[in-house]
Every structure is written in C-alpha cells, then in structure tokens.
C-alpha cells in the first residue's frame, strides 16, 4: 500500500541553524514526489517535486529510491520558513495522491 | 487570477444530514480534485474528476460523492454525516490530470464541523 510517513511532528531550530525534515514512502512502482508547506493563514502550496530537481527558497530534496526518502533540506533556516510542511508522492496520473502527516517546522530567532 | 475558490469557508451539520461543498477551479484547469484533512493528519485524497469523469477515488465510503460540471467547477456531496466527517475539505485543481510537470493549486478549504 502507498504510504507516506514523517516521523518528526514539530522540529525547532535555530535562524542560520541547518534544518532537515525527514519523509519515507512505500511505493510499488516508480512514484512522483512532493514536498508542499502551509505559511500561517496561508493555503498549501507546492514547494518543490523531484523530478523538476530544482531548489526553492533555498530547500532541496534528493529521491534516494534504495531508502525509500525524499528529505528536505536547507543549510541555513530563516524565521520565514516556519510552516506547515507535508510530503507526498503520486502515480503519475495524480490519481492516487498521498500525503505525510506533515512536519511543523519553527524556526527560532 | 482568484485562484481556487470554494465555498462555503465554514458551516456546522448535525449527524445524519447531507452537505454539499463547492469548488471552482482557476481559468482554464480542467481537472479538480478533493481532499480531507483532519486535525492534525495530512490531506487524504477522496475524489479525482478530469474533463467531468471521475478519474480517481480514494478510500472513503459511497457517502462521498462527487460531480464536475461542464464549466469544470465541482460539487463534493456527503450524506447521512457522522461525527468523523469533521474536517477542512480542499479542493485542487490543475491543467490536466498528470502530475507531470503539472502544478496542482489548492482552495483554502471548507471547514465542516458534525455536531
């Protein structure tokens, strides 16, 4: 079954500090993956997928299929990246889009 | 562009009634797609429609209903409510019904409380 599990519920770090929020997925097949963040009163929005492979605000996130992970990550976290982050894989039709239980990420001054 | 609307933002049923929620993708998408979240869980995937058929369905009982209409807006439809059904109900929508090289726009959400 597609599942998708983050185990970290809230992580806090320091501005400057590096930041990694950790995703696992089970897949049979070759999956499409996602990370998307909800800013305060904001709606979800895409961050980045891996097969664009590109960095946004800084993040990045390798698929490492033999571990089964799609890490986020960021060298030096700012205050304006606390948010809501969930990961996410799909087949490639969209029709079966799963979603992490997400990981709250605060970012301290 | 308004992005994806929905509609209504908030309202509260009572257990055993039928509730009808709204969504009308942004200019030009033509597929739209449901979800529910549940406090403190991630978005669970509940209904695909593309060019008004139903392309995927997730795991939520035949309460759950849905239809696209010819202008691609959609209606999620759920009857006899139960308590669990409280949640924010999303709607996204997108060009086409891949996802790649396909960005998904999500509604902000209607917030359904079964009391």
């Known amino acids: 079954a597609q599942r998708v599990t983050q185990p970290e519920k809230l992580l806090s770090v320091f501005k400057g500090a590096p930041v990694e929020l950790k995703c696992n997925y089970s897949?049979?097949?070759?999956?499409?993956l996602f990370w998307y963040v909800q800013y305060s009163r904001q709606r979800l929005q895409l961050l980045l997928r891996?097969?664009s492979r590109e960095s946004i605000k800084g993040f990045t996130a390798d698929l490492n299929k033999g571990e089964t992970s799609f890490h986020l990550k960021k060298p030096f976290a700012q205050e304006e990246d606390s948010a809501m982050y969930y990961c996410?894989?799909?087949?490639?039709?969209?029709?079966?889009?799963?979603f992490g239980p997400g990981t709250r990420l605060s970012v301290l001054p | 562009d308004a992005g994806v609307t929905q509609s209504p933002t908030h309202l509260i049923k009572t257990r055993g009634q039928q509730v009808t929620l709204r969504c009308s993708p942004i200019?030009?998408?033509?597929?739209v797609s449901w979800y529910q979240q549940v406090l403190g869980q991630g978005p669970q995937f509940i209904f695909q429609?593309?060019?008004?058929?139903?392309?995927g369905r997730g795991n939520f009982p035949d309460r759950f209903s849905a239809r696209q209409f010819p202008n691609y807006s959609s209606e999620l439809n759920v009857n006899a409510l139960l308590l669990g059904d409280s949640a924010l109900y999303l709607c996204?929508?997108?060009?086409?019904?891949?996802?790649?090289?396909?960005?998904?726009?999500f509604g902000e959400g209607s917030w359904l409380t079964v009391v």
């Open positions: 996204a929508s997108s060009w086409s019904s891949r996802v790649n090289g396909n960005t998904i726009y």
């Open positions: 897949y049979s097949g070759s999956p499409e």
């Open positions: 891996h097969i």
């Open positions: 996410a894989l799909s087949d490639n039709y969209g029709q079966n889009f799963v």
């Open positions: 200019s030009g998408h033509k597929s």
């Open positions: 429609y593309y060019e008004k058929e139903e392309r």
